[in-house]
C-alpha cells in the first residue's frame, strides 16, 4: 500500500505561480510512473505530467512549457511547478503512482486560478 499526500493547491490570480506537492509514503524510486492528473468541473480526468524512475518526463499539449514536473528521492516527493497559470488550469490536481500493477491516487488538491 502507498499514500499520496497532495498539498500546495489555492487561488492564484491569471498569470502567477503554484507549486504542487506529492509525498509518497514509499521510495519515489519503486514508483515505475508518477504523474499529475486534473479533473475540471464538468470534465474527465486528464493527465498533466508525469515522471518515471528514470527520469523521463511526458507533458500535456496545454501546459508544456508553463508546467515542469521534479522530484526529490531524499523526501519521496514529486513536485508540479506551475507558471504563467490561466483560468482555464482551474481543477482538482490528483497524484498518481504506478508501482508494479498496482496505482494509486491521492486525495487531491483545489487549483483555481481567478481574479
Known amino acids: 500500500q502507498v499514500q499520496l499526500v497532495e498539498s500546495g493547491g489555492g487561488l492564484v490570480q491569471p498569470g502567477g505561480s503554484l507549486r504542487l506537492s506529492c509525498a509518497a509514503s514509499?521510495?519515489?524510486?519503486?514508483?515505475?510512473?508518477t504523474g499529475w492528473y486534473r479533473r475540471a468541473p464538468g470534465k474527465q480526468r486528464e493527465l498533466v505530467a508525469s515522471?518515471?524512475?528514470?527520469?523521463?518526463?511526458n507533458y500535456a499539449d496545454s501546459v508544456k512549457g508553463r508546467f515542469t514536473i521534479s522530484r526529490d528521492g531524499a523526501k519521496k516527493s514529486v513536485y508540479l511547478q506551475m507558471n504563467s497559470l490561466k483560468p482555464e488550469d482551474t481543477a482538482v490536481y490528483y497524484c498518481k503512482a504506478n508501482v508494479g500493477t498496482y496505482v494509486y491516487w491521492g486525495q487531491g488538491t483545489q487549483v483555481t486560478v481567478s481574479s
Open positions: 515522471i518515471s524512475s528514470g527520469g523521463n518526463t
Open positions: 514509499t521510495s519515489i524510486f519503486t514508483i515505475s510512473v
